[in-house]
């Protein structure tokens, strides 16, 4: 069974960057057809989904956040990251990983959310 596991700091301080990294075990980052996802849930809002790295290496981000947010990863860890930089306390969420069967919006499997807050 494939597992997900979020790590970073849980505060950070506005105008800083943000950096998270999900370690992946029980299955790898390159297998062909899946790609791997930063998703996130401000407190009393919805699911945002940020951006993705696929197995070929290739990255999308969603329009809203794409000047500020890096995603890539680490092949010899099994590892993914996600940079979020010049935070506001509007990017306070919990922040998830997970994977999608390439092309199919299906997340079959996640992390189980890291909470991260920005406050001075």
């Known amino acids: 069974q494939v597992q997900l596991q979020e790590s970073g700091p849980g505060l950070v301080k506005p105008s800083q960057t943000l950096s998270l990294a999900c370690t992946v075990s029980?299955?790898?980052?390159?297998?062909?057809?899946?790609?791997w996802h930063w998703i996130r849930q401000p407190p009393g809002r919805g699911l945002e989904w940020m951006g993705s790295?696929?197995?070929?290496?290739?990255?999308y981000y969603t329009a809203s956040l794409k000047s500020r947010t890096s995603i890539s990863r680490d092949t010899s860890k099994n590892q993914f990251a996600l940079q979020l930089g010049s935070v506001t306390p509007e990017d306070t969420a919990i922040y998830y990983c997970?994977?999608?069967?390439?092309?199919?919006?299906?997340?079959?499997?996640w992390g189980q959310g890291t909470q991260v807050t920005v406050s001075s």
């Open positions: 997970a994977r999608e069967l390439a092309a199919t919006y299906y997340f079959d499997y």
């Open positions: 029980s299955g790898s980052i390159t297998t062909n057809n899946y790609c």
């Open positions: 790295i696929c197995n070929d290496g290739y990255t």
